[in-house]
């Protein structure tokens, strides 16, 4: 019996594609942590009446 051992072309996608998301993710919560650093300056009553 003859067994190959190695990772697909598909397995090998999937894996970029998880990867470059998790990128995406972790820069877009890089924002958020600038974003918090900008709203400190506000007054929290304003805060209270903001929606999203």
Do not use: A, P, Y
Request: glycine fraction near 6%; aromatic fraction near 6%; hydrophobic fraction near 40%.
């Amino acid at each position: 019996m003859l067994k190959v051992v190695g990772t697909t072309v598909q397995e090998i996608n999937k894996f970029m594609k998880s990867f470059e998301m998790t990128q995406k993710m972790m820069k877009q919560m890089q924002n958020k942590g600038n974003m918090k650093k900008l709203m400190k300056g506000l007054d929290s009553k304003d805060l209270k009446n903001f929606k999203i």
